[in-house]
């Protein structure tokens, strides 16, 4: 009896559909033959459905998407200014609606930079980092609200929330994978600023590092951290930080190892309790829909990272290595999205 | 009767006092016989008079430096970890109290990639934008506070409090910059997550946009523009944002121009209600202190910035000119700080 993994299938807007479907291309071609199927499910979701139907997300579509054992996302989005979409918030409605109802409290981010892969930095070093980016709070939360809304005393706030234990357990979490990757551990956060939040991630970081004495523990403003990502991004190994720090590192160490068509990403609950969801760490891009010049690569690391968190680890290193390999192949000329899936399927195969 | 500027002096901690010193030598060789007297007046603050008395800023101390028509700073802030600054926060006590209390709402951060100055970027382009940022809302307010604390039951907020009053004298200071530079206003801001202070920063803007037809105006998420930071940061003229992201993109602008020993900054009240400082970007880095081995030059740009702002603009572009001058013949062979601060001083006396 070979396993049965159930696979909510979500393509969303812009290029998503095109990098879905060039990830399932991969998903399969891995899977063929192996002791395990996947029985997916497509839900069709984001600002194409919202125009169609007026929903984002249904209590029903969110509660089939949680009877699947992981979730493959594309990217979700509709045409930024668009009119039609000016009372819809696609982001907060759907993304960050799945992460929080999930309980994705990691948000996995690899940054390596691959051989043949190159980024804007002259001098890039050996960068091969993973950001443990809290997925559940901080500034996310959606507690914001304004008064006298639209006029010259106008007041708006926002608040982060945080909490020791939603704390904990992502710091826990980035623990656990610093053991295995470079011994090293880098807080970041404001703590000079934001005193409350941040000294409570120090405090609890300080805490947890006790059962850890092999790893390495040091701390960045998240402003130094900035500069340490373009001047030695090879100083990192895990960077654990809140939900907003995670959002601006992420997209900047994507920039630097090649770009974010190159980035791929976990949301996770680690407790197995909700289905985690992968996907690209770059948006919908509407601008350049339909038009096959999307790289999928981030998302197909993605499946590599889903087939990671169900336990395939084989199947997992052999997409990333197909993808390295044809990453360390490019010449520089252009191909379409769904040449690069078949190059990338081709390798897997050979 | 020439005129008589009364200045306010803080060299600070660490690199401040040596910085600081070299500014000053600049500042008299500019103005020495000119029809202007700077009148000055020290102020011994920082980690070290912590330790000493135990006061951070008393309220006679800010009446003082209030009595100022400008203020020059180095940099404050301890030995991170020195235990017996564990109860001060030196940067929220001083530095914040400072920008608090004389409004200094624009936090105004000039990005030039200067002929001969080498950054970690391959192919910089032609970088030269402005980064206002707001500088007494957002997330720096101090409206956060914990229960719980250090409890595993703990819950730290932090509030970020935005006004229309706030952002709108912000946003005009900005669009003013545009008009003299490039004619190109970008908003940074995280909309799509922070609903409504981003919902009313993007309102203002469009709201001023109205009166400056001449600028174009487009608008980023704060981690797409880290991206544009370091793949194309050519691209900007002015950028206008909140506290937090300004702090964040400014060290990454910083990096990007060759280094946080170059990058000036003004934290200006436009109104002239109180005294405006000037400061480098950089901050006290205790531990290459004394060694003079500190890059004084971000402190002299500062003056120029300072300059500037009273008005005296042939004295401003003649250091600007000196520092511009002098990193172009930088070889790459070490100097002392004071001999950058020499070697700017004698192209300004040639
Ligand atoms: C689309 C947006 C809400 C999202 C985020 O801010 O988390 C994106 O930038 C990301 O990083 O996945
Ligand atoms: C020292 C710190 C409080 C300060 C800030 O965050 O504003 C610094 O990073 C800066 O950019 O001037």
New binding site residues.
């Given amino acids: 009896m070979s396993r049965v993994v159930k696979l909510a299938v979500i393509p969303g807007d812009g290029i998503g559909p095109e990098v879905v479907a060039e990830a399932e291309k991969v998903l399969d071609a891995v899977t063929d033959g192996a002791d395990v199927a996947f029985e997916k499910t497509r839900f069709s979701l984001g600002a194409a459905r919202y125009l169609e139907t007026g929903d984002t997300l249904t209590d029903e579509d969110l509660a089939a998407i949680a009877s699947h054992d992981a979730i493959l996302l594309g990217a979700?989005?509709g045409m930024p200014g668009d009119p039609r979409l000016k009372d819809a918030n696609i982001?907060?409605g759907l993304?960050?609606k799945l992460?929080f109802a999930l309980d994705h409290y990691v948000?996995l981010r690899p940054s390596v930079l691959y051989p043949g892969a190159s980024g804007p930095l002259a001098d890039p070093g050996d960068i091969d980092f993973v950001v443990v980016r809290e997925g559940t709070e901080g500034p996310?939360v959606g507690n914001g609200g304004s008064i006298r809304t639209g006029t010259p005393h106008e007041i708006a706030n926002e608040t982060s929330v945080n909490t020791a234990f939603g704390i904990e357990r992502v710091v826990r979490f980035a623990f656990a994978q610093a053991e295995k990757r470079r011994q090293k551990l880098t807080l970041v956060h404001k703590t000079n600023v934001l005193v409350h939040a941040g000294g409570m991630w120090k405090r609890i970081v300080d805490e947890v590092a006790q059962e850890y004495p092999g790893v390495a523990v040091d701390y960045l403003h998240v402003d130094a951290a900035t500069i340490f990502l373009v001047t030695n991004p090879g100083r990192f190994g895990v960077i654990v930080t809140d939900?907003?720090f995670?959002?601006i590192l992420?997209?900047l160490a994507g920039a630097v190892t090649g770009g974010i068509g190159l980035a791929a990403?976990g949301n996770i609950n680690p407790d197995g309790a909700f289905p985690s969801m992968f996907?690209p760490?770059h948006?919908s891009a509407p601008d350049i829909a339909g038009q096959q010049i999307a790289d999928p690569t981030a998302a197909i690391l993605s499946v590599a990272l889903l087939l990671e968190h169900l336990g395939l680890s084989d199947e997992a290193q052999r997409v990333t290595r197909a993808a390295r390999e044809d990453i360390e192949a490019r010449d520089g000329s252009a191909r379409t999205t769904a040449q690069v899936g078949d190059a990338i399927t081709a390798r897997l195969r050979a």
Same sequence: chains 1, 2.
């Fill in positions: 979700v989005g982001e907060r993304l960050l992460r948000n996310y939900n907003l995670g959002d992420t997209d990403s996907e760490v948006g």
